[in-house]
């Protein structure tokens, strides 16, 4: 089993230029069910690069293809607008790699669709998610995980594929890798995922990848410390060395208050091992501590 998405995901893709087909015809090569994409000037045309059909809508992908995932490959400005129009087409799992949306953007995409609707939005500016060896929207490098029994959730594309490579090297593979994304305005959280995690019979171990700023991954912690406490979960939070007030990275990463709100990664990390979560200081010690947890 895994989570958000699986061996009969089909997927519509919004923007196929060539980041965006360059990812589809992986993702594609991979296994999974790349059914469509959509461009308002190309409708009727055929996707030469993978064989597959252009729809000038996503509501005609879905009326033709029965897609329920799409995975967002639109430049920025336009990236509201792709969104509300595969919410509105009825698209279950929306998946927004797209970095750079503009706030004001966003508060309005996520008080639609997820707020008001009810829909599932990951993202923007994440690396998407993959279920080894069923379905990977997005672009997480397949080639570096296998199937298995931790399920992974990040606010950082590049250091969770770290942490993937090294449990794969020691035998250790993943149900699910779901990346949030690193902007102030995102659709998923952290504890949403670690729910779904916990719900899902198929994981077994439990390791997520924070960064300074907000307070997340404390919320996720204490609903780790009050519901599943004999679950093994690894922790590991990015920007020990970053500055308050300076933003680091991802337009989320940065800490404003510090203090008891405990936005910084060595305030993280202390709530976090009070609550009883092993916390990581890098990306290697973070499979280490999961390695060691799954004996």
């Known amino acids: 089993m895994s989570i958000y998405i699986g061996s009969d995901t089909k997927v519509v893709v919004q923007g196929i230029g060539s980041q965006g087909t360059f990812h589809a015809k992986r993702n594609l090569d991979y296994g999974t069910q790349i059914v469509a994409g959509t461009h308002p000037k190309k409708g009727g045309t055929t996707w030469e690069e993978l064989g597959k059909p252009v729809y000038a809508t996503v509501q005609e992908a879905v009326e033709a293809e029965d897609a329920n995932t799409s995975m967002v490959m639109v430049p920025a400005p336009f990236t509201k607008d792709a969104v509300l129009e595969a919410h509105e087409a009825g698209i279950d799992t929306i998946v927004v790699i797209t970095e750079g949306v503009p706030v004001h953007d966003m ?109 997340e991954e404390q919320r996720a912690g204490e609903w780790i410390a009050a519901n599943i406490p004999d679950t093994p979960v690894v922790g590991y939070i990015a920007g020990y060395e970053a500055p308050p007030g300076k933003q680091m990275g991802h337009a989320g990463a940065i800490v404003k208050e510090g203090g008891p709100g405990g936005e910084s990664a060595a305030e993280k990390k202390q709530i976090l091992e009070s609550l009883g979560i092993a916390v990581a200081m890098n990306p290697s010690e973070a499979a280490s501590l999961m390695i060691q947890r799954l004996g």
């Open 107 to 215: 508060t309005e995409v996520y008080d639609v669709v997820v707020r008001r609707g009810g829909r599932r939005l990951i993202g923007p500016n994440c690396p998407g998610l993959i279920s080894p060896g069923k379905s990977n929207v997005g672009i997480i490098p397949a080639d570096i995980t296998m199937p298995g029994k931790v399920g992974l959730v990040s606010r950082s594309g590049t250091l969770t594929y770290q942490i993937m490579h090294e449990l794969a090297q020691a035998g250790i593979g993943i149900s699910t890798c779901v990346g949030i994304g690193g902007d102030p305005v995102i659709g998923t959280q952290f504890i949403e995922v670690i729910e779904a995690f916990a719900e899902d019979p198929e994981t077994e171990a439990i390791a997520f990848v924070g960064e300074i700023g907000g307070s």
